[in-house]
């Protein structure tokens, strides 16, 4: 009987660590993630109802958010700079959804404006009366070498991506912890979690991010019905590196790689949303080689290191060519 039992419990084993493999190999987010999206909870029946603030709303993965949530019954605040991009946002989201004119907030606002944040927040709540969720969406990245780059595009990365972040956490916060319930997603990056070139300011606003909010978490324990989730995509289509900084504060990129061998935006939201749904913590979204490159990073930096350094030589000659960097890892650079 002991050896049928051990036997059970061997070829169990087995099938689990061949199942991670296999999602490692072949998956685009980390295990936990993809076993809640295919058995967990269904994101419209977890968040109908709930009141949503999204930063960033008005292109990319906060646009996406905004309709993905619109279809699942959220009532939604739309925030960003662009009050025009919002409100046509916020009439694609009822057009696709059965929501009202009132379920959607448009609500513009500006990160790096740190004093507005406490009045923000109250208009939302003079509007639907709670907030249960705030995703940290809105941010910029970079393209630039640090040697070349102004510090003044260092210190603008840190003022938008963590201590704007900061900011508005701050104020939403005491709303949930005197509620006793709420969560907190805060969207990172790849280069929250290792480091790549042409982003190092981004990279440093990203790593501050995973560790202000690692910490957070630990913080809230008192507190088990609010969640602090933290999203790591990769790669994904959207308008971010169009609006990236460059080596001075007023130098737009050029020569921006083709999105399509990105991760669909519609893809890394579908996976945030069943993650969301079922209280993870912490999200890896990436196709490969990024999702392996976390692990490798985690696990055998040593050899993760070895095959950074190979791509990123790679990827600081095509920038120094007048060539998009981003390609180093899609496809071969074109020169025409």
């Not at 919002?86 to 009822?94: D, G, I, S």
């Not at 990160?111 to 944040?117: A, G, N, Q």
């Not at 209280?279 to 040593?302: R, T």
Request: charged content about 20%.
């Amino acid at each position: 009987m002991e050896c049928c039992v051990s036997t059970a419990v061997c070829y169990l084993v087995s099938c689990y660590l061949l199942l991670r493999l296999l999602c490692l190999i072949f998956g685009d987010a980390d295990f936990p993630l993809l076993w809640a999206r295919v058995f967990g909870s269904r994101p419209e029946s977890v968040l109908r109802g709930q009141v949503v603030w999204i930063t960033g709303a008005s292109s990319g993965i906060g646009e996406e958010l905004a309709y993905q949530l619109a279809k699942c019954g959220s009532r939604l605040v739309l925030s960003a700079r662009r009050q025009s991009e919002l409100t046509r946002v916020k009439q694609a989201c009822l057009e696709r959804s059965d929501l009202q004119d009132e379920d959607v907030l448009v609500l513009p606002l500006d990160l790096l404006d740190r004093p507005s944040h406490e009045n923000k927040t109250s208009t939302v709540l003079q509007h639907f009366g709670r907030i249960d969720m705030l995703i940290n969406n809105g941010g910029r990245t970079q393209r630039s070498l640090f040697l070349e780059t102004n510090l003044d595009v260092m210190e603008a990365l840190m003022e938008l991506n963590f201590l704007g972040t900061l900011s508005l956490t701050k104020q939403v916060l005491p709303h949930m912890t005197r509620r006793g319930t709420g969560t907190l997603v805060t969207v990172s990056s790849v280069v929250g979690l290792m480091g790549v070139p042409l982003s190092s300011g981004y990279s440093a606003s990203k790593h501050a991010l995973q560790g202000f909010f690692d910490s957070l978490r630990l913080e809230l324990l008192s507190y088990p019905n609010i969640l602090v989730s933290t999203v790591s995509p990769g790669p994904v289509q959207s308008q971010i590196v169009q609006n990236a900084f460059r080596e001075q504060m007023d130098k737009s990129p050029s020569n921006v790689a083709s999105q399509e061998h990105k991760m669909a935006t519609s893809r890394c939201v579908s996976l945030m949303l069943a993650g969301i749904a079922n209280g993870l913590k912490d999200m890896w979204i990436a196709q490969q080689p990024f999702l392996a490159m976390y692990y490798i990073s985690c696990y055998a930096p040593s050899l993760a290191a070895v095959i950074m350094n190979r791509l990123s030589r790679q990827r600081i000659e095509n920038f120094k060519a007048g060539l998009d960097a981003d390609s180093t890892y899609f496809s071969k650079p074109k020169t025409s």
